[in-house]
């Protein structure tokens, strides 16, 4: 089948454990509480009914179904109707040439530079084999960050998401995250199929539940995946952890500094967003069948409000999933890589959609990226953007980060921190 691993990485299963902690059935007591029963069964059978097609679809059409658009039309006339109608269906996309391939390849060299003239400061993960590099200033992520296509396309990418209250925009603020270099033929397993922008909190923050009430209440059609009205207040960090963020994305996202191709160290992703993350949020609160014939058998599956088993829901993690806690996803098909990228390419996936990072590199060269996000302006964010600030100037991680590693950048060979930025990069940094 097109764009799918030929034989499934050895990640982790979440299969049943008795978990202690109280706080996983008091979210699902709770909820239960609001929606009653009947109405989770109703939007569990649609989910499970919907996903039928939807995975079909996705084995038909393998890679082929994530939307690639190229920068220039983005810049000149925006998203047309029918490619904002992909894109908030898949949730993910490509936006080809945002930096040009010749300017993101010289880019390459200059962080490879960096990064060799301060390699003993340099921490990562892996620790063993360094490739998610703990750096977040660098003249080549500033450069990357800040490219006037970047911001351009970032307000674009905002923008399709609405807010009624009028209490944010889409003018985008910046994240700093780190960089990727990985080299030819490092195997790496840390990131199997996951959901990032908390885990938990999804079901427990008041706040991010309302985000999912259309789901919970027993109208999954109806739920709006862009609704930044609501989403603005969820509380992403309500359980912390080195994997949550403070900071909501609109979009996550990698620009490509280099050639990034299926089975070399690329991406993954599952290529839908309203009804997969609405079986995620469901499925706590469902039993499988014993059969394990009946197991896609929706009807079968028993309504369970006693245990607080939550598959693959760890406090300070991401959400993770996996084929057997998740069969209706169908993960071992649907999980497609993104199409062969060029330097300058990037990437974008929606805060809800599942992505996972490919085990393999069986290319020639190394494969590097820079993490650059699309991100609102709201009050979280804001106040975040304040603090990164107040915290990269003073050559500590920014507050996201500060589990992975806490060099001085500030004092690193070749750093040039805030210098050279337009005046719309100053308004995106806060400054
Ligand atoms: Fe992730």
């Known amino acids: 089948m097109p764009g799918t691993l030929l034989e499934w990485p050895a990640w982790p299963e979440f299969i049943k454990i008795d978990t202690l902690d109280p706080d996983f059935l008091?979210?699902?007591?709770?909820?239960?509480?609001?929606?009653?029963e009947p109405a989770l069964r109703a939007s569990w059978l649609e989910t499970c009914a919907k996903l039928d097609g939807i995975t079909e679809d996705i084995i038909n059409r393998g890679?082929?179904?994530?939307?690639?658009?190229?920068?220039?039309d983005v810049l000149r006339v925006g998203f047309t109707e029918e490619q904002e109608a992909e894109i908030k269906r898949v949730g993910s996309f490509v936006i080809r040439d945002v930096i040009p391939e010749r300017e993101a390849t010289e880019l390459f060299q200059d962080l490879k530079n960096?990064?060799?003239n301060n390699q003993q400061h340099i921490t990562g993960w892996p620790t063993e084999t360094p490739s998610i590099l703990s750096i977040y200033t660098s003249p080549v992520q500033m450069t990357v960050r800040t490219?006037?296509?970047q911001l351009a396309?970032?307000?674009?990418?905002?923008?399709?998401?609405?807010?009624?209250?009028?209490?944010?925009?889409?003018?985008?603020?910046?994240?700093?995250?780190?960089?990727r270099i990985r080299a030819p033929n490092q195997t790496f397993m840390g990131l199997g199929p996951h959901i990032d922008a908390g885990s938990l909190c999804r079901w427990a923050d008041p706040a991010y539940r309302l985000v999912y009430d259309k789901v919970f209440s027993g109208h999954v059609s109806e739920h709006d995946s862009f609704d930044l009205g609501i989403r603005k207040s969820a509380d992403q960090y309500m359980f912390?952890?080195?994997?949550?963020?403070?900071?909501?994305?609109?979009?996550?996202?990698?620009?490509?500094?280099?050639?990034?191709?299926?089975?070399?160290?690329?991406?993954?992703?599952?290529?839908?967003?309203?009804?997969?993350?609405?079986?995620?949020?469901?499925?706590?609160?469902?039993?499988?069948?014993?059969?394990?014939?009946d197991i896609l058998d929706a009807e079968k599956w028993t309504f369970n409000a006693e245990d607080g088993f939550f598959p693959g829901t760890y406090k300070p993690n991401s959400q993770l999933l996996s084929p057997t806690s998740h069969p209706h996803l169908r993960l071992m098909e649907c999980m497609v890589n993104i199409p062969t990228m060029k330097a300058g390419d990037t990437v974008w996936w929606h805060s809800d959609v599942c992505h996972a990072v490919e085990p393999e590199h069986t290319g020639k060269d190394d494969a590097s990226v820079v993490y650059v996000a699309?991100?609102?302006?709201?009050?979280?964010n804001k106040a975040y953007t304040k603090r990164q600030l107040e915290a990269v100037l003073a050559g500590r991680a920014p507050p996201d980060f500060r589990a992975h590693g806490n060099a001085d950048e500030t004092k690193?060979?070749?750093?040039?921190?805030?210098a050279g930025m337009s005046e719309e990069a100053k308004k995106a940094l806060g400054i």
């Open 26 to 36: 008091k979210a699902k007591h709770e909820i239960i509480a609001q929606y009653g």
């Open 63 to 72: 890679s082929s179904i994530i939307p690639i658009i190229k920068i220039q």
């Open 114 to 116: 960096y990064v060799a």
């Open 147 to 149: 490219h006037p296509n």
């Open 153 to 179: 396309l970032q307000r674009h990418l905002n923008a399709l998401w609405h807010d009624s209250t009028g209490e944010t925009s889409p003018d985008p603020l910046l994240y700093f995250d780190g960089v």
């Open 240 to 293: 912390p952890g080195s994997a949550q963020s403070t900071f909501f994305r609109s979009f996550q996202g990698w620009t490509a500094l280099t050639r990034a191709a299926p089975r070399e160290g690329s991406l993954m992703l599952y290529p839908n967003v309203a009804t997969a993350i609405a079986y995620v949020l469901l499925r706590p609160f469902f039993h499988p069948p014993a059969n394990e014939a």
């Open 374 to 380: 699309a991100s609102p302006t709201t009050e979280i």
């Open 412 to 418: 690193f060979k070749g750093y040039v921190g805030f």
